[in-house]
């Protein structure tokens, strides 16, 4: 729960970078989340409005938890753009996602591993 409340501290923070952990982390905790909304929203009747509420408001830290593990990698933020190419850049960006940190510095900042 820690790297979930990590990354809702650097709202929207796109520097630096994050580390494979802290990321995936974050997506779990976020689809567990978005279960049990949209759970209330089906008990409540609310036709959505709390899932749509919810998902713009994990847009900004989504999108500055993915741009630092780019960075991790020694990847731009501007990689995220492959995922509009169909399938195939969604599996780019998943291997992406998914690689081990470079180890030591690089242009992005310190390793957060240590």
Same mark, same amino acid.
């Given at each position: 729960?820690?790297?979930?409340?990590?990354?809702? *501290?650097?709202?929207?923070?796109?520097?630096g970078?994050?580390?494979?952990?802290?990321?995936?982390?974050?997506?779990?905790? &976020?689809?567990?989340?978005?279960? !049990?909304?949209?759970?209330?929203?089906?008990? !409540? =009747?609310?036709? =959505?409005?709390?899932?749509?509420?919810?998902?713009?408001?994990?847009?900004?830290?989504?999108?500055?938890?993915?741009?630092?593990?780019?960075?991790?990698?020694?990847?731009?933020?501007?990689?995220?753009?492959?995922?509009?190419?169909?399938?195939?850049?969604?599996i780019?960006?998943?291997?992406?996602?998914?690689?081990?940190?470079?180890?030591?510095? &690089?242009?992005?900042?310190? &390793?957060? *591993? =240590?």
């Amino acid at each position: 729960m820690n790297y979930y409340l990590d990354v809702l *501290k650097k709202y929207a923070v796109f520097t630096g970078r994050a580390r494979r952990k802290e990321y995936w982390m974050f997506f779990l905790f &976020n689809i567990i989340i978005s279960f !049990v909304i949209g759970f209330i929203d089906g008990l !409540v =009747g609310t036709v =959505g409005i709390l899932s749509i509420v919810y998902a713009l408001g994990m847009l900004l830290p989504g999108l500055g938890v993915s741009i630092r593990r780019l960075h991790d990698t020694d990847r731009s933020g501007w990689w995220l753009f492959i995922s509009l190419v169909p399938i195939v850049g969604f599996i780019v960006l998943l291997v992406f996602l998914v690689s081990d940190s470079q180890p030591g510095e &690089n242009k992005y900042g310190p &390793n957060p *591993k =240590g």
